[in-house]
């Protein structure tokens, strides 16, 4: 049902105006300033008819904001009656604010402060019942349901950090043996007691996977590894040859001396398959046996196991049905390059097992990931009207927001809810790190388009202990970072732009196990909230699915292109004979790209023409093969 919601105009009178809250409206003249700022575009919905409070507040807003059209359902306004976008100014009030709604978890050394989302008392209770049906659901989820419907699975990547919370003691036992089974081959990985067949030991691991195969280990890596790691990791995370030319020309001989991790659930993903073939063509050129430093972590029996099975691999690891590619960090995804590398990953485990415990709470206050997605549903307006920009400050946690961005991305953004209405749900994520994007966007985050509202990540701890030194009197460079991130804080909110502030003491293996559960908690509980299904990814075949329609037809153009290189004369053809032979004349255009990606690679011969007028070409292959491969 379309809905039309209350239009605010500056004709309109004093009913338009929103109801008063007990924290709103202490300084008329600064909120004034903020309406004519900062708040064009911002959509009115149920405007109370309690009005009649505060003439300035009136007319400021009334020049400012506009007419809102949704064809949202009547359910989905449920928790909207709210005055939104009137942040509170007054510096004592704001402070009230920030110490009455500050979460903090003790053992975890972590805060959350929420005081700079504008959300009200009124919007909380009224989210409520939303959220009790979201903490039984994710109760379930734990105790084993099939909450991803459509996969017909059960979701499982809290077990990883308390097995024992399983479901079925074989379930707890799988992650039990896997876990010992990563530390003991890591330690003799590391050791030296498992040796490359021509190298002294192993000193690099090459982690071949894509997505959520690869997102957690660089996330993790960046964030976590030592300076000098026992092994060093490099990705390949894409099909791109120029890429993974590069990644295997920068170990040169030490290829001897690397671990190829190849890392997929599926086991079937063709980016990663490309990229495994690379390497092992790699290690033929070098004259290395591949499947003596290989390893596989993928689910039993796919096609990548039984690669690795049948080729005598070095190990195999499992990945488990019922743990997504975008929670898979604490599984031997993230687990095993983690130990690798040296990082501790009992404290990774431990810290997401804390983390997990917190957010369990049924009560919103005290639920850290309830919280988060109490903000983001507040200043998404539920249906992701805002991007959620994510700024760790502190250069280790620069890929953090890009690990967020599949998490989030993938688990929101659904056509269709629960029930099959079509929602298009969502949240954007984008983000670097800072203080670096001052320099950068935040210029338009502060005065420009408000279609944003950011996550501030702070670290306390500035650098280890016995290394600070003041380079100028009584400030360090750490308290430069420190003043960047207030200050930008400040300033988007004086602007009235919102934020949220997750801090932790230090970037170790347990906060981060504890940032990686609190998203991976936040996004489960939001998913309920606005009830789409988190934990499937439909939309992601429609490409795949397209990228081998483009294969297919890029064969049957070699094909024809072929059958004319080989008469005598070579025939050149134009791209619409290409496509009248290929029967295919609705696909002209992409025989036409297909054709110049062949010719930029020396795969075929533009005879007649240029590519910029794709009219004008004649083409033909260099090469004839007498036996027709490409059928
Ligand atoms: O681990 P894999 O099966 O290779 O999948 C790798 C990635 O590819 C897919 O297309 C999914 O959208 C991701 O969720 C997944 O993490």
């Known amino acids: ?138 109760e379930e989820l734990e105790k084993g349901a099939i909450a991803n419907p459509d996969e017909g699975r059960m979701v499982g990547h809290y077990w990883l950090r308390n097995p024992s919370l399983s479901p079925k003691a074989s379930l707890k036992l799988q992650i039990e ?118 390893v ?18 070095l190990a195999r690891f499992p990945m488990f049905d019922w743990v997504g590619g975008r929670t898979s960090e604490m599984s031997a995804v993230g687990l095993l390059a983690a130990a690798l590398q040296g990082i501790n990953i009992k404290e990774m485990l431990a810290g997401a097992s804390l983390m997990d415990e917190a957010t369990r709470s049924r009560e919103i206050k005290n639920n850290p990931a309830a919280l988060l997605a109490l903000c983001w549903y507040w200043a998404t307006d539920g249906v992701g009207s805002k991007d959620m920009v994510v700024l760790p400050y502190k250069d280790s946690l620069l890929l953090f927001s890009r690990y967020l961005q599949q998490l989030v991305m993938e688990s929101l953004g659904k056509e269709f809810d629960l029930d099959g209405n079509r929602v298009n749900q969502g949240l954007t994520v984008y983000g670097n790190k800072g203080s670096t994007d001052q320099h950068a966007y935040i210029q338009q985050l502060r005065d420009g388009v408000h279609n944003f509202f950011v996550t501030f990540i702070e670290v306390l701890r500035d650098r280890p202990p016995g290394h600070d030194w003041e380079l100028e009197p009584g400030v360090t460079c750490g308290d430069y970072l420190f003043g960047m991130l207030q200050g930008t804080r400040s300033a988007l909110y004086s602007n009235a732009r919102e934020s949220i502030t997750v801090t932790v003491q230090e970037v170790t293996p347990r906060s981060v196990g504890a940032l990686i559960a609190l998203y991976e908690r936040a996004v489960g509980i939001y998913a309920s909230i606005v009830n789409i299904n988190a934990y499937h990814q439909p939309g992601v075949e429609a490409g795949k699915k397209a990228a081998g329609e483009v294969l297919a037809l890029q064969k049957r153009v070699l094909s024809v292109l072929n059958d004319a290189s080989c008469k005598d004369p070579v025939e050149p053809l134009s791209i619409e004979e290409v496509a009248d032979r290929c029967h295919s004349p609705e696909d002209i255009e992409m025989i036409y790209k297909i054709i110049a990606h062949m010719a930029a690679n020396d795969r075929a011969v533009i005879s007649e023409g240029h590519c910029g007028s794709p009219r004008s070409i004649k083409v033909f292959l260099g090469e004839c093969n007498v036996e027709d491969l490409y059928d």
């Open 177 to 294: 043996n896997s876990i010992e089974a990563i530390c003991a081959f890591a330690d003799e990985i590391v050791g030296g007691k498992i040796k490359p067949p021509t190298a002294s030991r192993f000193t690099q691991i090459l982690s071949v996977g894509i997505g959520g195969s690869a997102l957690g280990p660089q996330f993790v890596a960046e964030a976590l590894a030592p300076d000098n790691p026992p092994l060093k990791i490099r990705f390949i995370d894409n099909t791109d040859p120029a890429g993974i030319d590069h990644q295997i020309a920068q170990l040169g001989p030490e290829l001897a001396s690397t671990l190829v991790i190849v890392v997929s659930k599926s086991g079937g993903t063709p980016e990663t398959r490309n990229g495994l073939l690379e390497v092992q063509k790699a290690f033929r050129e070098a004259g290395l046996n591949f499947s003596k430093q290989g």
């Open 1 to 138: 049902m379309a809905a039309i919601y209350g239009l605010c105009s500056s004709s309109s009178t004093s009913n338009l105006i929103p109801k008063p809250h007990s924290w709103i409206v202490s300084y008329p003249h600064r909120i004034e300033e903020t309406f004519k700022s900062g708040f064009s575009g911002v959509s009115c919905k149920n405007w109370s008819t309690n009005g009649n409070n505060n003439n300035v507040l009136t007319h400021s807003v009334a020049r400012d904001v506009s007419v809102s059209v949704s064809t949202t359902t009547g359910d989905d306004m449920a928790g909207k009656s709210k005055s939104k976008r009137v942040l509170e100014m007054d510096p004592q009030v704001l402070w009230e604010r920030y110490t009455e709604w500050l979460y903090q978890h003790k053992d975890l050394g972590l805060y959350l402060d929420v005081s700079r989302v504008g959300f009200t008392d009124e919007f909380v209770q009224e989210m409520e019942p939303r959220f009790m049906k979201a903490f039984k659901a994710m």
């Open 296 to 313: 596989a972590i993928t689910q039993e029996s796919s096609l990548l196991d039984n690669t690795a099975r049948i080729e005598g691999w």
